[in-house]
């Protein structure tokens, strides 16, 4: 599971062969947004080593206006053209790592957070794989251009054209994606009306990170070409399935799946157990950087097939934490809260971080729950000690903020940052009037 390598002057003459005129250098800011500062090529030698320098005080939750200088420095195995411009004026991409102007880490770098925990786990003896299932859904323009949430079909679940207009956009982001050396694995009409999901092949745990970010801008960029606006937002429509991003992930020693063990419960090895453990304990915790947005709690509610009970099963979809039935090499656990709108890098450093701990403290993840949790009623949820995330984001924060465990994984910085700005989110939220407000008691008091 080890990273490709690629050298400063690998991507030199990557850039020469291709006819790069410029070059994006990509981040993200701690709320999971995308940012880029473009150079032309000519400068490219300069940025690889490390010579680009940004104002990091107008970014949200990096620095204050009297440390706003910040330096990016591009991985250059992250090196890839963007296929879907043709010409003269190709342009490529690099992602970035954030430092200070003295050449040490910049501590609110989200990159930088999973870094860490990759590290941490590399001491264990663990390296840490992840395969995503990204939803989004495709909505109509008007006539302006702007963003409706009108959708483009009445397609349902695994549906073929010409029910799935939205078949097009989703084959040349698949296409985009390969040339851009993803494997895509699956690619398919979710279960409601204009909603997609595309599956790209399992990788080491950075290397996914920064595919998600490349994938949401790609799907974005595709979507607009087809006159259709993308989002990732997890539930926009009232009364239909929202989007998540069920994360799989697996921990490995060398080549070897530390999660399978032939002679083990379930074919489980301890590792495995005591890492669902982990998932299940801290999931309350660590609710605030999967589902970051006031509008990720609209998704988390029952008979909409997401997850709100803290409990695991191999096969049952109810529970927080589901074992695929596959087993050997591609054992693997699948977290099925987090949604698309996280910060990819966050996300997998707060999941690894409980794992991790669980391994650690050999937390038991209890039996295995194999009935529909959401036809139990209240006391029979009590009586298999079953739980519930947080019901909003303000309780989300509350869970986080009390957290020695999160603080200790996000760093000290990302963790006051996110709360502070999650904290304004919900403030602003909470004040505002909304419609349904509007709708039920303007004519009634």
């Not at 003896?125 to 323009?141: I, K, R, S, W």
Request: hydrophobic letters at 40%; charged letters at 25%; aromatic letters at 10%.
């Amino acid at each position: 599971m080890e990273r490709k390598t690629i050298s400063k002057d690998d991507v030199l003459e990557l850039a020469k062969e291709n006819k790069v005129r410029s070059i994006r250098l990509m981040f993200m800011d701690l709320t999971g947004v995308n940012k880029n500062v473009e150079i032309p090529v000519q400068d490219l030698k300069a940025a690889l080593d490390g010579s680009i320098m940004f104002d990091g005080s107008s970014i949200e939750g990096f620095a204050r206006i009297e440390e706003s200088d910040m330096f990016l420095r591009p991985d250059p195995s992250t090196f890839v053209v963007f296929p879907w411009i043709k010409g003269e004026n190709k342009v490529a991409r690099l992602i970035c790592d954030i430092y200070n102007p003295d050449g040490s880490n910049f501590s609110g770098c989200s990159r930088g957070v999973l870094r860490r925990m990759i590290k941490e786990a590399k001491d264990m003896g663990y390296t840490m794989a992840v395969g995503p299932e990204a939803e989004f859904f495709l909505f109509l323009l008007d006539e302006n251009g702007v963003a409706t949430t009108k959708t483009h079909d009445q397609g349902g679940y695994f549906d073929l054209s010409p029910i799935d207009r939205g078949e097009d956009a989703r084959k040349d982001v698949v296409e985009y994606l390969e040339q851009m050396g993803f494997r895509v694995e699956a690619s398919h009409h979710e279960v409601a009306p204009g909603q997609h999901e595309i599956d790209f092949s399992y990788s080491d745990v950075l290397t996914t990170a920064d595919n998600l970010a490349t994938f949401r801008m790609v799907v974005r960029t595709v979507a607009l070409s087809h006159s259709l606006h993308a989002t990732f937002m997890p539930k926009p429509i009232y009364g239909i399935c929202g989007s998540g991003m069920h994360t799989n992930q697996s921990l490995f020693t060398n080549e070897s799946n530390a999660f399978y063990d032939p002679d083990g419960k379930y074919q489980l090895s301890d590792v495995c157990l005591h890492y669902i453990g982990g998932l299940l304990k801290y999931a309350p915790e660590f609710t605030a950087i999967t589902n970051p947005i006031v509008n990720s709690y609209k998704r988390l509610v029952p008979d909409y097939e997401a997850p709100v009970y803290v409990a695991w099963s191999h096969r049952n979809r109810s529970p927080l934490v589901r074992v695929p039935a596959i087993r050997e090499k591609a054992t693997r656990v699948e977290l099925r809260s987090p949604d698309p709108s996280c910060n990819p890098y966050l996300a997998f450093a707060v999941m690894l971080k409980a794992g991790l701990e669980g391994i650690k403290q050999k937390i038991d993840p209890g039996k295995p729950v194999d009935k529909n949790i959401f036809a139990m009623d209240p006391e029979e949820r009590k009586k298999h000690n079953i739980g519930l995330l947080p019901r909003n984001l303000l309780d989300a924060i509350e869970n986080l903020e009390k957290s020695n465990l999160m603080k200790e994984a996000l760093g000290e910085h990302v963790f006051n940052q996110f709360v502070h700005v999650k904290k304004m989110e919900w403030n602003l939220y909470n004040e505002k009037v909304h419609n349904w407000e509007i709708e039920r008691y303007l004519a009634l008091y």
